[in-house]
């Protein structure tokens, strides 16, 4: 409330508090931010996890025998001839599809399967 020379101004008003509303609204936010933080820290070292293990043989040869049907799509004949010719694994399309520049229809039609006829023992797994 004082001027430039540290005297008192009367017309000049105190600076205003943050109100009740201000300070919550403050603390959600920082609140959130925090656990949108920790959730994202936690979604890339669950990736970089993944990365590291090896694609499970089951799914392999669920991509193996959807790519050889009679009526595969020509994307996944083409996307099967890749990794035949070792210009692509099928754990790097798994791993991210659209990066290995295919279409992710296959990984939906492989949880189809899987969800249709599950594999034997699999009420055992983890």
Partial sequence: MGN????????RMPP?????????REDAESRMF???SRIS????QDREREAEEPLDPEIIERLERLCAADDA???????????REGRLTWK???DDPRAAGDDPRLIAAVVRDLAEDPPIGDEARP
């Fill in 73 to 83: 799509p020509i994307e996944f004949r083409s996307l099967a001839r890749r990794v």
């Fill in 16 to 24: 205003s508090s943050p109100t009740l509303d201000e300070m919550l």
């Fill in 41 to 44: 820290e936690r979604i890339h």
């Fill in 4 to 11: 430039e020379r540290g005297h008192f101004d009367a017309g």
């Fill in 34 to 36: 925090g656990r949108l």
């Fill in 92 to 94: 790097q399309y798994w």
